[in-house]
Nanobody
Framework: QVQLVESGGGLVQPGGSLRLSCAASGSTFSISQMGWYRQAPGKQRELVAHKASGGSTYYADFVKGRFTISRDNAKNTVYLQMNSLKPEDTAVYYC??????????WGPGTQVTVSS
């Protein structure tokens, strides 16, 4: 099992930036993919970005050019740098980790609010 702790959420004005962090502990040797999802009020949880241990990266269209996902494998930590934030980016952001042979672990979530 993998335990996840997220940090970095908060309130930011439109156009501002935030950096989310997610630190994994436990069976980190088996991590194959780390990523971020988000869920806005009244909406389904959606994929934001993920990064595989091999390096391949995926971004949802709505964050391309604004968000950057990165990993520090030595620290078992994944980051999400969010720039040019918009009010529609307001959501609870969840860290998600996939381990071989296919188990999924979720973090408790961190609130991101974009408002003036």
């Amino acid at each position: 099992q993998v335990q996840l702790v997220e940090s970095g959420g908060g309130l930011v004005q439109p156009g501002g930036s935030l950096r989310l962090s997610c630190a994994a502990s436990g069976s980190t040797f088996s991590i194959s993919q780390m990523g971020w999802y988000r869920q806005a009020p009244g909406k389904q949880r959606e994929l934001v970005a993920h990064k595989a241990s091999g390096g391949s990266t995926y971004y949802a269209d709505f964050v391309k050019g604004r968000f950057t996902i990165s990993r520090d494998n030595a620290k078992n930590t994944v980051y999400l740098q969010m720039n040019s934030l918009k009010p529609e980016d307001t959501a609870v952001y969840y860290c998600r980790v996939v381990t071989t042979p296919g188990s999924v672990s979720w973090g408790p979530g961190t609130q991101v609010t974009v408002s003036s």
